[in-house]
């Protein structure tokens, strides 16, 4: 198994580290949050264990950068303080399992292998449809052959509009499913997000407007 290393504390980062290559594991260590994101998005881990309470970038933003870049790693959260609601925000942001400091090394190796043997999720399909292939997991776009860089809230409603399968899909719907609960249904951010979107894919258009109902890709 591939295990990442991530802990700000050096000497408690190079023992666990140590503690993991006994048990046999390939392991590198990241000393702090934006090395270990840059580690992560170079090598497929299957584990990696990590600090919550880290300098500039905080375990908390590591994992849900994890988990938006399509990560299959599974995550290990160190927390100093054991306390509940500190659990459950890592939990929330896609942590696997956590684990209270101080802990016994035995038990973290033992965790470590518990999660490397979960079956992975299953990656989410390839959305196909008018010249446009979506791929959810390795966050891509093509139409045709040309590379689409978007932005996530045009990739999220692209991905929407694909999933419909010509059907149209409302703009409330989308501001449900790619906006939060905070987002303002008169800011027209939906339209601004499909205005952007249609930029980006070009000619011929893609994207048809239906009247009073919303949007859809026949
Ligand atoms: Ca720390």
Known sequence: MRVLVVEDEAML???IAEWLREETHAVDVAYD???ALERAAVNDYDVV???RDLPAVHGDEVCRELVEAGSAARV???????????????????ADDY???PFAFAELAA???????????????????????????????????????LAKKEFAVLAELLRAEGAP???????????DEH?????????????RLRRKLADPPVVETVTGVGYRIP
């Open 13 to 15: 980062a190079d023992a």
């Open 33 to 35: 949050g934006a090395a």
């Open 49 to 51: 264990v990590l600090d």
């Open 76 to 94: 290990l959260m160190l927390t100093a303080a054991g306390e509940v609601t500190d659990r459950v925000a890592g939990l929330r942001l896609g």
């Open 99 to 101: 684990l209270t400091k």
């Open 111 to 149: 965790r470590v292998l518990a999660l490397g043997r979960r079956s992975r999720p299953a990656v989410p399909p390839v959305l196909r449809r008018a010249g446009i292939t979506l791929d959810p997991a390795r966050r891509e776009v093509f139409r045709d052959d040309r590379y689409v860089p």
């Open 169 to 179: 899909v409302s703009a409330e719907h989308l501001l449900e499913k790619v906006w």
């Open 183 to 195: 987002a303002d249904p008169f800011t027209g951010a939906v339209r601004l997000t499909v205005l």
